[in-house]
T-cell receptor, first 115, second 115 residues
């Protein structure tokens, strides 16, 4: 799986949009971008994933650049409960593909939402 | 609660003792994963089951680590002759197979402290 690079930490004011960047310059054509987050003392929580189109769900939006070498996770109105470590993961797609079962986590970005 | 359940949540053991952790996945999920997370690091993949078959175990940290999923439902992770370096959070996750890119749902983990 391709390696990802994320800033170690970020701050965001409560109520503002949080924009979390991720670089994945070696991503392959069949690799998807996944985002998970981990609130202190809990297991990771799935947020969103995408291949090349922008995606949006009830939690966040995912913007993937046209060359797919980077992406941004957007939390539109950050709350204190969004304080967590956010992991960007690149993974081969397909339920039977090699490595499709495994998530390779880096150290992620620690997002602190400030009142 | 229909999420992934892990027991116990915390375990303190003396060095050299054996420990066993249990994971109950989401009932309709046939894929089950074990991860380990040490302080300040992202989760690290250990092993993977599809139904009762353990399809990947090469990432288990040593031969002291073993996992089972005898009936394709709950799973256990055993660590024999524990060492202080085994102190970590052990996370279980499950997902459904047969569809593209189904996300993994994590439990809250078992925190092991070896003294």
């Amino acid at each position: 799986d391709a390696k990802t690079t994320q800033p170690t930490s970020m701050d965001c004011a409560e109520g503002r949009a949080a924009n979390l960047p991720c670089n994945h310059s070696t991503i392959s054509g069949n690799e998807y971008v996944y985002w998970y987050r981990q609130i202190h003392s809990q297991g990771p929580q799935y947020i969103i994933h995408g291949l090349k189109n922008n995606e949006t769900n009830e939690m966040a939006s995912l913007i993937i650049t046209e060359d797919r070498k980077s992406s941004t996770l957007i939390l539109p109105h950050a709350t204190l409960r969004d304080t967590a470590v956010y992991y960007c993961i690149v993974r081969v797609g397909g339920y039977s593909g090699a490595g499709s079962y495994q998530l390779t986590f880096g150290k992620g970005t620690k997002l602190s939402v400030i009142p | 609660d229909t999420g992934v359940s892990q027991n116990p949540r915390h375990k303190i053991t003396k060095r050299g003792q054996n420990v066993t952790f249990r994971c109950d996945p989401i009932s309709e999920h046939n894929r089950l994963y074990w991860y380990r997370q040490t302080l300040g690091q992202g989760p690290e993949f250990l092993t993977y089951f599809q139904n009762e078959a353990q399809l990947e175990k090469s990432r288990l940290l040593s031969d002291r680590f073993s996992a089972e999923r005898p009936k394709g439902s709950f799973s256990t992770l055993e660590i024999q002759r524990t060492e202080q370096g085994d102190s970590a959070m052990y996370l279980c996750a499950s997902s459904a197979a047969g569809a593209m890119n189904t996300e993994a749902f994590f439990g809250q983990g078992t925190r092991l402290t070896v003294v």
